[in-house]
T-cell receptor, first 111, second 114 residues
Framework: GENVEQHPSTLSVQEGDSAVIKCTYS??????FPWYKQELGKGPQLIID?????GEKKDQRIAVTLNKTAKHFSLHITETQPEDSAVYFC??????????FGAGTTVTVRA | KAGVTQTPRYLIKTRGQQVTLSCSPI?????VSWYQQTPGQGLQFLFE???????NKGNFPGRFSGRQFSNSRSEMNVSTLELGDSALYLC?????????????FGPGTRLTVL
C-alpha cells in the first residue's frame, strides 16, 4: 500500500517567518494530495489540496508544491501567525476516499 | 451548511464489550469514510461506504465493521474491545464535484477501553 513520510515531526518558527513541511509518497499511482490542520480536540480540517495535473497551488498565505517525478510534495506557510499553531498532516490517495496520512508535524508559532 | 457530526463524542468501555459509533455526513454527501487515530499509528483508514455499499476496506481485523443507511448516515461497530482499540475515531464525508472528491472530517469520537 501507499507509504507517506512527513518531515519534520516538530517545527518552531517565529511569528512572521515561513514554515515548510515536506512529504514523500511511495505509490506512483497516487494523484491526490491534501493537507489537513488539526487543532486540539478537533477533527482534521482541509486547508489546501493539489492534484497530479498541477505543480503548484496557492491560497493566500498557504501554498503547496508537487513534484511527481521525485514523488514529494510540500506545504509552505508564509507570514506565520499564532493561530497557525497546530498539527499538520499530509496525505496521498489514488481514489480520493482512501487517504494515506503522514505522521504529522506539530507547528508552534512563537510570538 | 452543517458539518459532519459524530456521536457520542466520548465513550468509555471495558475489554470484551462492543461499541457502536455514529456519523452523520454533510447534507448531500453520499460517501462516508472512517479513520482511526492513535499516537502510535497515526491516522489509519478503516473503510468507506457509498450508497450503502462498502467500496474499500483498510487493514483492520474483522472485529471492526460498519454500515451505511439510505440517508447516508453511517455507523461503525467494534466487537470484543481490546485495550489497543483506544483511539479517536474520525468520520469523513465527501461528495463528487467535477469528477473529484474532497473529504471533510467530523470532530471524532474518543473511545477509551479500560
Amino acid at each position: 500500500g501507499e507509504n507517506v513520510e512527513q518531515h519534520p515531526s516538530t517545527l518552531s518558527v517565529q511569528e512572521g517567518d515561513s514554515a515548510v513541511i515536506k512529504c514523500t509518497y511511495s505509490d506512483s499511482a497516487s494523484n491526490y494530495f491534501p493537507w489537513y490542520k488539526q487543532e486540539l480536540g478537533k477533527g482534521p480540517q482541509l486547508i489546501i489540496d493539489i492534484r497530479s495535473n498541477v505543480g503548484e497551488k496557492k491560497d493566500q498565505r498557504i501554498a503547496v508544491t508537487l513534484n511527481k517525478t521525485a514523488k514529494h510534495f510540500s506545504l509552505h506557510i508564509t507570514e506565520t501567525q499564532p493561530e497557525d499553531s497546530a498539527v499538520y498532516f499530509c496525505a496521498a490517495s489514488k481514489n480520493d476516499y482512501k487517504l494515506s496520512f503522514g505522521a504529522g508535524t506539530t507547528v508552534t508559532v512563537r510570538a | 451548511k452543517a458539518g459532519v457530526t459524530q456521536t457520542p463524542r466520548y465513550l468509555i468501555k471495558t475489554r470484551g464489550q462492543q461499541v457502536t459509533l455514529s456519523c452523520s455526513p454533510i447534507s448531500g454527501h453520499r460517501s462516508v469514510s472512517w479513520y482511526q487515530q492513535t499516537p502510535g499509528q497515526g491516522l489509519q483508514f478503516l473503510f468507506e461506504y457509498f450508497s450503502e455499499t462498502q467500496r474499500n476496506k483498510g487493514n483492520f481485523p474483522g472485529r471492526f465493521s460498519g454500515r451505511q443507511f439510505s440517508n447516508s448516515r453511517s455507523e461503525m461497530n467494534v466487537s470484543t474491545l481490546e485495550l489497543g482499540d483506544s483511539a479517536l475515531y474520525l468520520c469523513a464525508s465527501s461528495v463528487t464535484s467535477g469528477g473529484t472528491d474532497t473529504q471533510y472530517f467530523g470532530p471524532g469520537t474518543r473511545l477509551t477501553v479500560l
